[in-house]
């Protein structure tokens, strides 16, 4: 069987950056473009060995703002993979936009290189809530963005919202979504807004200008029901599609298979080792074009890592995971883990699909604690069913300072 491969290209230039984005990027740093993108050419030149044994399938250009470092950088890029490695011509292959940054030329010369797929990062309908979390665009150009892409011929258009934002209501959270589904996209990414300390907007944290947990909640129900109905189906927490157009590039990371990561701050998973690159523009950039070390996290992804996150991932989507499946991979008992999620099914947490389990929105809403609470179980079961478990805890536990009794015992 032909091995498949994803590409993530990190774009770390934005014109500005938005008061909730804790994601690596610059802003105001355009003089620096040309020089980023020479080192992210050479980058991908050197890992042609690397890419080699793959047919690469999905190849998705993020942020940052893609669209904002201009779609003749992006065509190069792509172009460059073209000639390095064997890109399929039935791949996926998205670019992330902001309405303020579409232009029908950019399009056009995209749509004409081979990309397919289009992410507009809208957010919200409501214009002042934009202004206030520091968007450039209002929602008259994202209407206007969308139009243009369908004019070009993209026929795969995925639209970023997010709910539970400061002096968000209800009825402003309906609202956009009615709009967003009014322009006909193929796939919704919805996300509940999280504070991250040090961005501007960890201001409000704990202040009434942001929804509470309950109002909250209910934006996230409300909308797994409405775009259920309009036919978008959930296929993973914060992910809906029509039929057959989920996210092929995302779905990547939640099935454990390959991809590769290029930029600062990017992450790869190829042949059970995890690594990213440093999260500096300046020192990725010296240190393609000079030989020095980017690399940032370097990980061989053992039994262990490797079970506990087919449970993580494998809850997150509406696919779930099985017993046949995790007892043929990773050779444990299923005993424990199948107890917890008939408890959750109890609650409505989680319902049994056939042979699969897997959150409802209810359980998707807990889906911290409920899956954490299944990683325990998962812990307890494997420490005492596999014998090369507890040598791993033991050497873990050493490595700490502690006994091999202290580190194996319950």
């Not at 060995?49 to 950088?73: H, N, R, V, W």
């Not at 500096?280 to 506990?308: F, H, M, P, Q, S």
């Not at 509406?318 to 999620?341: A, M, N, P, Q, T």
């Amino acid at each position: 069987m032909d091995k498949m491969l994803g590409i993530y290209i990190h774009i770390p230039f934005c014109a500005s950056k938005c008061s909730y984005c804790d994601f690596y990027s610059l802003a105001g740093s355009e003089n620096l473009m040309e020089k980023y993108q020479e080192a992210l050419i050479r980058h991908i030149e050197e890992a042609a060995p690397q890419m080699e044994p793959y047919y690469i399938d999905t190849l998705y250009f993020g942020g940052g703002t893609p669209s904002y470092y201009g779609a003749k950088y992006i065509c190069e890029i792509f172009n460059t993979l073209k000639r390095s490695a064997k890109v399929l011509k039935s791949s996926e292959v998205t670019v992330e936009m902001n309405p303020d940054s579409v232009t029908r030329e950019d399009l056009r010369m995209l749509r004409n290189e081979g990309v397919n797929r289009i992410s507009l990062g809208i957010q919200s309908a409501n214009d002042d809530i934009l202004r206030l979390i520091g968007r450039r665009h209002n929602f008259k150009q994202a209407e206007q963005a969308a139009r243009m892409a369908r004019a070009e011929g993209f026929d795969n258009i995925s639209i970023d919202l997010i709910y539970g934002l400061p002096s968000q209501t209800k009825n402003d959270w309906a609202d956009t979504l009615s709009k967003a589904i009014a322009l006909h996209p193929q796939h919704f990414s919805c996300y509940g807004l999280k504070i991250e300390e040090g961005t501007p907007i960890s201001q409000y944290k704990g202040s009434e200008i942001l929804p509470n947990d309950d109002d909250q909640a209910d934006m996230y129900l409300y909308m797994t029901e409405a775009l259920e109905y309009y036919g978008y189906s959930q296929y993973e927490i914060s992910n809906f599609s029509l039929p057959g157009r989920e996210s092929k590039h995302n779905l990547k990371y939640w099935q454990l298979d390959d991809y590769m990561g290029f930029g600062p701050g990017a992450h790869s998973f190829v042949g059970g080792v995890r690594y990213s690159y440093v999260r500096d523009l300046g020192k990725y950039t010296d240190g393609v074009l000079n030989g020095r070390n980017i690399i940032d996290e370097y990980e061989k992804i053992g039994k262990l890592e490797r079970a506990a996150e087919y449970i993580m991932l494998g809850m997150r989507t509406v696919r779930g995971i099985s017993k046949d499946e995790y007892v043929s991979i990773y050779k444990s008992g299923f005993g424990k883990i199948e107890y917890l999620l008939g408890e959750y099914e109890k609650k409505g947490w989680a319902k049994r699909v056939g042979d699969r389990w897997r959150l409802t929105s209810s359980g998707f809403l807990l889906s911290n604690i409920l899956i954490g609470t299944l990683l325990e179980a998962q812990s307890q079961a494997k420490m005492t069913a596999n014998p090369w478990m507890i040598e791993k805890y033991a050497q873990s536990g050493q490595e700490n300072g502690l006994s091999e009794k202290e580190s194996t015992e319950e």
